[in-house]
């Protein structure tokens, strides 16, 4: 019976040993658990305040994209704006340059007429020249000076038609 008390202290003994080791280890696991929960908890924050930074990135990217689309737009527009006045000042040089070439040409067969009357004038300032034989000398300037007029009128004309061409 004395060995049934001894072996029942020595048990009791080492369940006393177990019991505070177990109560140790328990005690270990509640601080490791305190602490994992706390670190959990710091982790936690960071990833709601990470979430909103994200998100608040996310909008600000689409707001931009959004801005970017509207520039674009405004650009092509202005694009189409520009191109539609450049058509329109083109037709309207094109058609001032039409009407100066006409011109031009009119003032060429005009000119031309004009040289075709000279050239018939001296011809019959030659042959009155000849015919009369003793034309006076006022008579000469006269024709000369019809003839300087002609000549100095086509000359005019024709460098208004050269001007008018440079249009």
């Known amino acids: 019976m004395e060995r049934d008390a001894h072996a029942g202290e020595r048990q009791l003994e080492t369940l006393k040993k177990q019991l505070e080791s177990e109560s140790a280890k328990c ?3 509640q ?3 305190s602490t994992q929960k706390k670190e959990l908890a710091v982790d936690q924050d960071r990833f709601a305040k990470y ?3 994200l998100n608040k ?4 990217l689409k707001t931009r994209e959004w801005e970017l689309k509207q520039m674009e737009s405004k650009q092509d527009k202005t694009i189409v704006e520009h191109v539609y006045v450049l058509e329109k000042a083109k037709k309207v040089t094109d058609q001032q340059l ?3 070439q006409e011109q031009l040409q009119k003032d060429a067969v005009y000119i031309r007429s004009l040289e075709k009357a000279k050239a018939s004038l001296s011809r019959e300032v030659e042959d009155f020249a000849r015919g009369a034989g003793g034309v006076d000398q006022a008579e000469r300037r006269a024709s000369e000076k019809a ?3 002609l000549a100095t009128e086509a000359k005019a004309k024709s460098e208004r038609a050269e001007s008018s061409g440079k249009i």
Request: hydrophobic share 35%; charged share 40%; proline share 0%.
């Open 147 to 149: 003839n300087k007029a």
């Open 31 to 33: 601080q490791v658990v």
């Open 27 to 29: 005690k270990e696991l």
């Open 51 to 53: 979430d909103h930074d």
């Open 57 to 60: 990135a996310i909008t600000e």
């Open 98 to 100: 039409k009407e100066a």
